[in-house]
C-alpha cells in the first residue's frame, strides 16, 4: 500500500517584493509534501518561472504556490484526498483564494472565491502559456476543491503602484503587438467606464469597505495606465 502511494511536488515561486516571513509559512505550509521546488522569479513571466517549475519536479502531482500563499490544514487534507480519488479523468484542480490587501480580507471585489489553477497531475501538465495573465495547458478534466488556500498581499500601495509600472508596460506591448485601435479620448472613457463597471458594479468593490473602494479606484487606474502606454506607443510609431 505504502509503494502506490501518490508523491506531491510543492513548487514555491518568489522574487521582486517577496517577504522573507511569509516566504518561510509558505514552506512550513507545504512541509508534508514530498518535494520542494523553489523557483526564483527574476526575468522572465510568472509562466517561464512555473514552467522552470515543471521541469524540475519529480513527484505525481505538482502543487503550486507563491510566496505569499498558504495551505490550510482542512486543504492539505483535501488535497490527499484529490490524489486518491476514483476519477481518473480529473488531473488538475482549481483551488479557492481568501484574499488578504492591506492587511484586510476581501470577500467581493471579485477576490472571493478567486479560483487558481494550481494542483496536477504531472505527466498530465504540459506548459504554462501568457506573459501577463499565465494559463495552464492539460490534458484531461479539472474539478474544483472547496477548502480554500490562503493569500497574503502583503504590499503597500507605494509597492502596487510600482507593480503596475512594470506590468503595464508588458500588458501594453501586448495590445500593441495585436494592432489595437488607436487610441482617443471615447476609447480612454471606455476602458475607464468598463473597469469602473466591472469593480464597483459587477463586483461590489464598494460592500469590502474604504479598502474596497480604494482597491477599485487602484484598479481603475492600472488599466488606464496600460492604455496610456499603449497611446504613447503608437505615438511613436507615427
Keep these: 500500500m ?5 508523491k506531491i511536488s510543492a513548487v514555491i515561486i518568489y522574487g521582486g517584493y517577496y517577504n522573507e516571513k511569509l516566504l ?16 526564483v522569479g527574476e526575468k522572465g513571466s510568472f509562466s517561464d518561472w512555473r514552467n522552470e517549475g515543471l521541469k524540475k519536479a519529480k513527484c505525481d502531482w505538482i502543487l503550486y504556490l507563491d510566496s505569499d500563499e498558504e495551505i490550510t490544514p482542512a486543504l492539505h487534507a483535501e488535497l490527499w484526498s484529490a490524489v486518491n480519488s476514483q476519477q481518473p479523468k480529473v488531473s488538475a484542480y482549481a ?3 481568501r484574499n488578504f490587501i492591506l492587511n484586510k480580507e476581501f470577500k467581493y471585489s471579485g477576490q472571493y472565491p478567486d479560483y487558481q489553477k494550481r494542483f496536477f497531475k504531472r505527466i498530465s501538465l504540459k506548459k504554462w502559456v501568457g506573459d501577463v495573465h499565465e494559463e495552464p495547458i492539460y490534458k484531461g478534466e ?17 509597492e502596487m503602484i ?3 509600472n512594470k506590468w503595464s508596460e508588458i500588458e501594453a506591448k501586448l495590445m500593441f503587438d495585436a494592432n489595437h485601435p488607436p487610441m482617443n479620448g471615447f476609447r480612454f472613457f471606455s476602458a475607464g467606464f468598463r473597469e469602473f463597471w466591472k469593480r464597483f458594479i459587477a463586483e461590489k468593490a464598494f460592500l469590502d469597505g474604504k479598502m474596497g473602494i480604494i482597491y477599485g479606484i487602484y484598479q481603475i487606474y492600472s488599466k488606464l495606465i496600460s492604455y496610456s502606454k499603449l497611446w504613447e506607443m503608437q505615438l511613436k510609431e507615427k
Design 2 to 6: 505504502v509503494e502506490n502511494k501518490k
Design 24 to 39: 518561510e509559512v509558505a514552506k512550513k505550509s507545504v512541509s508534508w509534501c514530498d518535494e520542494l521546488v523553489l523557483v
Design 95 to 97: 483551488i479557492p483564494r
Design 142 to 158: 479539472i474539478g474544483h476543491l472547496k477548502n480554500p488556500m490562503i493569500h497574503h498581499k502583503n504590499m503597500t500601495l507605494s
Design 162 to 164: 510600482d507593480k503596475t
